[in-house]
């Protein structure tokens, strides 16, 4: 009989879950997943039940006061999904289970965003025969109950778009629904706008930037089934589905599926455990797999399809530049004559250029020559940028601005200038170049006046490129100094950098021929550019995997990285250093602890602990031992387990 019920309170850090007797009015309608309001405390509260018992070891259990939620708001597939996402991230249940729990706002029925022909580029034609190829050993693939996930490297948005839209056909005739999940509310459009038009009335959406009553909306559709497709953000994934038969991630390299609150998930291990639990088939779609997906490919975890190389290889050339050593007296953008040739190349030709830059704004930093002032920010210790309106610096971190002069606020003499270069360097430069080119920078505060590149001769942009699905007429990328980003101290950006690179070729023009990418680097020894010199996509890999195994990262290791922050440096460097002598203690190895790449940010001194071992469940179990967590008036501590960057 259901005489007592465990209940979860959302949200909470604490990992407990409570006792509670159920009043015999309630018995026959209560069940797990439902939504109830209880007593704790002092207070009533709003708590999920976990499970029903005929009995409780508890004496005197408060009575539950009333169900909330005639029907259960998270169902017992998600409640064993958010009970393991607390075991493998080190955090709370009530943490977990708060990422499935959409308020109950009841609005007036509104508009959903209408996607227009006009903001989205249209599909390429019928499927080439190797896509029909692929289509059909995926549609066997799913139809193995235990089918491995399948990781599908290669071809555009666009292209797997128009693969994915046959695929689901059989799927919505058997009433199953389909999941998609892209890593931007920015990626949405594309696919919104042609399952809408091709499903219409069986798609929904679900992602942060709808309204509080959209979003409930959306999850009802779900949990009803009146939603057969559902586009969404990582969100998307906690939804109560009614008969989901296909889960498709794409981009699934894609830094964004790391969530940065707690919990803290990444999209792609969950999903797959959800794949894995309830048997539903799973697509992990990519331009450039993740080190630790590829990994998983080529040991046979999951199966493997690849769809031709990732680009026309006869069609783009690509061309690694070494950069000359140069004098303080050079320009701050150091563009090649074969560089400005090619441009002018593809002007002529009425063609287009992309110019990739790492950094927005017009200089790296700004500094006194006179005595090697460097300008910060107050509240982060990071070097102030200078802005597009050259007369304001500003924090790429908080967005602290201060005006910008030429006097020194150490030495007071009028020595300060800038050094570096940023995207809107660049497009000066190349605009007193090109006077009559019409240049854009697309960055992450230009990208939405600019994402339908019309009558745009250069884009000059920083890593939003990759949000564009495709550069029509262009047919020259050029990258300057790469080096920014491939010598950034964390174990993964040479990942990063391939992905980046391989990303924005892929959205080059080649069927326009003699494509150049031309990439400026200061080292070109390293073997990320022997691989993009040569096309060799497997031998970057295999050199990445060697690296990881002998240092023992992912995927051949598990981290953990606790950071310790607070505004008095002191407090948190010996709170740190406590830390750090708990885990010595145990047998994985720890480092540090060290100030973090910005060790002071938005106010907040901040050290980190790495933690590392060859076994998940080693790492995860000292840590539930030491219990680093907690927040008290003076530090704060907390845990990512499985971090994307260390920085």
Known sequence: MNNFAKVIIPGIALDRIFDYAVPPEIRDSIQA??????????????????????????????????????????????????????DHYFCSWGEALEACLIKTVKTKKSERKTVTAETVMELPGLLTGE??????????LLQDPN???????????SERIRMYLELVEDLLKSRQQVLIIVPQIESLDLWQHHFAARYPGRVVS???????GEKYRSWEEIKTGDASIILGTRMALFCNFQRLGLMIME????????????????????????????????????????????????????????????FDQEAVKIQIQELPKRSKKDTPVYLSQSFIQAIEMRLKKQERAIVFVNMRGYSTYVYCRACKFVIRCPDCDVALTL???KNKLYCRYCQHTQKHTTECPSCHTQHLEPVGFGADTVTAVLQEIFPQAIIRRADAQTYDQIKNLKDVDIIVGTQVLNKFDYFPKATFLGILLVDLLLNLPDFRSAEHTFQNLIGLVQRLDSAKGD??????????????????KNQDWASFYRQELEFRKQLKYPPFGSLAQVEVRGVDNEKVEKAALELAEKFRKSTIKVYGPAPSFRA?????????????????????????????????AAITISTDVDPVEVL
């Open 515 to 532: 494509t150049a990418v031309m990439i400026q680097a200061e080292n070109i020894g390293h073997y990320l550019m022997e691989s993009l």
């Open 147 to 157: 089918s491995k996930p399948v990781l599908l490297w290669g071809g555009l948005a």
């Open 131 to 140: 896509q029909n190829r692929i289509l059909e050993q995926l549609k066997t």
């Open 600 to 632: 002071k940010l938005r106010g907040q001194y901040r050290q980190h602990i790495m933690l590392k071992s060859t076994s998940h469940n080693a790492l995860i179990k000292v840590l539930q031992k030491v219990k680093p967590n907690k927040r008290t």
């Open 33 to 86: 997943g439902q939504l109830v309001k209880v007593n704790f405390g002092h207070q009533d509260i709003e708590v999920v039940v976990a499970e029903l018992l005929p009995q409780s070891k508890i004496p005197k259990a408060k009575n539950i006061l009333s169900i909330l939620s005639p029907q259960p708001i998270v169902n017992e597939p998600m409640l064993r999904l958010t009970r393991w996402i607390a």
């Open 206 to 212: 679900l992602h942060s930037g709808l309204s509080a």
């Open 387 to 389: 802005s597009a309106e």
């Open 251 to 310: 981009d699934e390299q894609d830094t964004a599926y790391k969530s940065d609150q707690k919990p803290m998930y990444h999209t792609r291990t969950v999903i797959e455990k959800k794949a894995e639990l309830e048997k539903i088939p799973l697509i992990l779609s990519t331009s450039a797999p993740s080190v630790e997906s590829y990994y998983k490919a080529i040991v046979d975890d999951y199966n493997f399809l690849k769809i031709g190389n990732l």
